[in-house]
């Protein structure tokens, strides 16, 4: 058999067609199907901007940092995309791992080389600040303090969770996770009864639980107001909303089509953090609603939807509009 018998020759466009393929599955929020679509490109255009990005943030959005953070390594070291583009996506990635030294490397070394723009130079030098002080505060752990471990002053965390960015709001609760909190409890408290993005008070309503900060607080959440004990809150990941719709489309949709399930599953879940910790009601019509959304995805169905369904539909469709706080 002559050598070339055994070449391998791909369709044409086929690594843009996965592309392609790749941002639907993202935009449709369907992280594993995104990944398997650009991973398959990548062994194709190792080199290719928009596929490596793709990559990346797929593995990002299925909580692989680690993995991540090596493609967006390569590409700064290769000189792939947009500079400051990939390193902002890199950023993000080690404020995941708390990797704050090397956060306060890769900034320094932007404002060293006047790489940073000016919109993006504010809450650039605030994660700096905030990345110098906790590896400093690691460096020098033999120090007692009543308020161990904080990565920036007390004083500071109460401005940025009252008029701070999204982005750096994030920062500093993501940073609060492994520090003592009752210092801002208050702050805290007062953050949930205000405007401030649905997610983010989740996780201030984790940070409060998970140290059994014990109080009955006042809580803004999708133009409800209502009074909770925070001792009293299941995990967010032990929701009824999440464990019934889970049950529910599991009968409907595991058996006769796992992926449809799983990508049902993955709406469900954003949309638990969201809510957390609202009761809604009518879990069984919402079951249904989601069934229905993955089904026109696919082309399943084209007529209108049940009447009992029509409102919660919309609600859905709007728990997907709300973006996720990135860097």
Same mark, same amino acid.
């Given at each position: ?13 086929l ?9 639907e599955?993202?935009?449709g ?6 990944? $398997? ?15 490596? *990005? ?27 995309g947009?500079y400051f583009?990939?390193?902002?996506i ?31 130079v ?9 990345s110098?002080?906790?590896v ?6 033999? &120090? ?6 904080? +990565? ?5 965390v109460? $401005? ?18 492994? &520090?003592?909190?009752r +210092? ?5 408290? &007062? ?16 940070? *409060?639980?998970e ?7 006042? *809580?803004n ?8 004990n ?6 967010p990941?032990?929701?009824?909303f999440?464990?019934e719709? &889970?049950k ?24 638990n ?7 809604i ?10 069934? $229905? *959304? ?34």
């Open positions: 058999m002559e050598k070339n018998e055994h070449k391998i020759i791909p369709f044409p466009h690594s843009e067609l996965l592309m392609k393929k790749g941002m599955a993202m935009e929020k369907n992280y594993k199907e995104a990944f $398997r679509y650009f991973d398959q490109g990548i062994q194709m255009e190792p080199d290719h901007e928009d596929i490596n *990005l793709g990559l990346a943030l797929s593995l990002v959005e299925l909580g692989r940092y680690q993995e991540a953070k090596e493609i967006v390594k390569r590409m700064m070291d290769q000189g792939i947009d583009h990939v390193i902002n890199y950023l993000m990635i080690l404020l995941q791992l708390n990797e704050h030294e090397e956060i306060a490397a890769v900034i320094e070394a932007l404002f060293d080389e006047d790489q940073v723009p000016p919109e993006r504010e809450s650039l030098e605030n994660l700096l600040l905030m110098k002080r906790i400093g505060q690691q460096e020098d752990s033999s &120090q007692p303090s009543p308020t161990e471990g904080l +990565p920036i002053d007390e004083a500071e109460v $401005r940025i969770l009252e008029a701070g960015t999204i982005e750096e709001q994030l920062y500093i609760l993501s940073s609060l996770s492994n &520090q003592n909190i +210092p801002w409890a208050d702050a805290l408290c &007062q953050y949930l009864i205000e405007e401030k993005h649905p997610f983010l008070k989740t996780l201030v309503l984790s940070l *409060l639980r140290q059994e900060v014990n109080r009955t607080v006042e *809580l959440k999708f133009g409800q107001r209502w009074t909770v925070i001792e009293d809150l299941p995990k990941e032990e929701t009824r999440l464990m719709l &889970q529910e489309l599991s009968e409907k949709l595991e058996h006769n089509d796992p992926i449809m399930y799983e990508q049902a599953m993955e709406m469900v879940k954003r949309h953090i969201l809510l957390y910790p609202l009761n009601d009518h879990l069984s019509i919402w079951g249904k609603a989601y069934e $229905r *959304l993955v089904e026109e995805a696919y082309g399943l169905v084209s007529d209108e939807p049940e009447e009992e369904i029509k409102g919660i539909l919309e609600e859905i469709r709007n728990l997907e509009s709300i973006t996720f706080p990135v860097i």
